[in-house]
């Protein structure tokens, strides 16, 4: 079946630091794949996705890339804010509308 | 701006009572989902809907069910609370490009 991987958290950084979150997946066929931001207290957000290979998603200064040759979807951003601590969800949907989620991994940027 | 919306934000309640989780959304998706999210297991499927009155059981069904009489709304219904059900409730829906709408989510304590 398909699964998503997502690395331990809390990451923590500092203001301005430079952020990857790694996600790698296992799935059949040719998934589309998402990266979700849940702030604290709320439900998830859609940050970005990418549909097919080499698709770069981007928005909010948070950008990922789908490389089918090494099944990933980094999470990266160039200079983080405090408003960006939250925790962040890799997912994949395979063809199914049931998404397959990681277990999230939590940012912490302190001033 | 398009939304899900949850009814309640926190909710306590007595073991053995019987609960609703209400769940409406304004963008005429067909399939609507209900998770609940716990420290270090992620999101976990209670159960989903891909039409009006159709429901499926997710990973995780044992003590809930569900209601989908108009196509807008989804309910999730807690027989007889207990304290394991405890937990932050997530509700969702998506359309046909794959990519979910979450609601801010029910924080339900069970006492």
């Known amino acids: 079946g398909n699964s998503v991987t997502q690395m331990e958290g809390p990451v923590t950084l500092s203001e301005e630091a430079f952020l990857t979150i790694n996600c790698t997946y296992t799935?059949?066929?040719?998934?589309?794949l998402f990266w979700y931001v849940q702030y604290p207290g709320e439900g998830l957000q859609l940050l970005l996705k990418?549909?097919?290979?080499?698709d770069k998603g981007s928005n909010k200064g948070f950008e990922a890339t789908y490389r089918k040759e090494t099944t990933s979807f980094h999470l990266e951003k160039g200079s983080v804010q405090v408003s960006d601590s939250a925790v962040y969800f890799c997912?994949?949907?395979?063809?199914?509308?049931?998404?397959?989620f990681g277990r999230g991994t939590s940012l912490i940027v302190h001033p | 701006d398009v939304k899900v919306t949850q009814s309640s934000r926190y909710l306590v309640k007595r073991t053995g009572e019987k609960v609703f989780l209400e769940c409406v959304q304004d963008m005429d998706h067909e399939n609507m989902f209900w998770y609940r999210q716990d420290p270090g297991l992620g999101l976990r499927l209670i159960y989903f809907s891909y039409d009006v009155k159709m429901k499926e059981k997710g990973d995780i069904p044992e003590g809930y069910s569900v209601s989908r009489e108009k196509k807008e709304r989804f309910s999730l219904i807690l027989e007889s609370a207990s304290t394991n059900q405890t937990s932050m409730y997530l509700c969702?829906?998506?359309?046909?490009?794959?990519?979910?709408?979450f609601g801010s989510g029910t924080r339900l304590t069970v006492v």
């Open positions: 969702a829906s998506s359309g046909t490009n794959y990519g979910y709408t």
């Open positions: 799935a059949t066929g040719y998934p589309s």
């Open positions: 990418a549909t097919k290979a080499d």
């Open positions: 997912a994949l949907h395979g063809g199914s509308y049931i998404p397959t």
